[in-house]
């Protein structure tokens, strides 16, 4: 009997070592480790994690750690290239829009629009950082150069559509989503842009 009730009490410390083991992430951070390293996932904002950088916006404890050390990989690296190169400028610059950086972004998106000045992808890039700091005249230059290298591209019709309706110019962004709709009406730009139209 003492036996039985001896393997029981062992048995039952095996199930409740291996739960324990199953349930403990394997990475749980140490107290050794800084807490800017400690981060849960989450959306890639890196406003308050620099000096100078956005106020009122998720701390650096909301920021994926493969996210900054990306984010710092990148930064480091086109700091330290010459003007002229351009490698690593875009993904940089990009990583610093999806992180709600547009002032950051900008001086890089025109470095590189300035050495591919024909990429509409590039100057769609540039026309939302120039939206996102309000130069929105600038937005629009660059968005209709897009639209005259690609005139089919829905993303270029729908942005200016945008532009127009925060201009309060409500006919010509009416007109712009209208021939975005016809021309391309299953893109999840028209898609869009008939939800947006409903508001003007």
Not at 27 to 42: K, L
Not at 112 to 121: D, F, I
Not at 149 to 170: F, Q, V
Request: charged share 25%; net charge negative.
């Amino acid at each position: 009997m003492n036996t039985q009730r001896l393997y029981l009490i062992i048995g039952l410390i095996l199930v409740a070592a291996v739960v324990v083991f199953i349930l403990v992430p394997e990475d749980s951070g140490t107290p050794e480790q800084p807490a800017a390293e400690q981060m849960p996932p989450g959306h890639p904002d890196i406003n308050g994690m620099e000096q100078g950088m956005g106020d009122g916006q998720p701390s650096a404890s909301n920021v994926r750690g493969d996210f900054m050390t990306e984010y710092r990989r990148l930064k480091e690296k086109v700091a330290a290239q010459p003007a002229s190169d351009t490698s690593d400028v875009l993904s940089f610059a990009r990583m610093l829009l999806d992180a709600h950086q547009a002032a950051n972004a900008l001086p890089l998106l025109e470095r590189y629009h300035k050495a591919a000045p024909k990429n509409v992808m590039v100057m769609l890039d540039l026309a939302l950082a120039y939206y996102d700091t309000q130069s929105i005249d600038k937005a629009e230059s660059i968005t209709k150069k897009a639209l005259s290298i690609e005139p089919n591209n829905t993303t270029a019709m729908y942005n200016l559509g945008a532009i127009y309706a925060k201009t309060e110019r409500k006919a010509e962004a009416k007109s712009m989503w209208q021939k975005l709709i016809a021309q391309s009406p299953d893109s999840k730009d028209a898609q869009r842009a008939k939800e947006l139209m409903k508001e003007l």
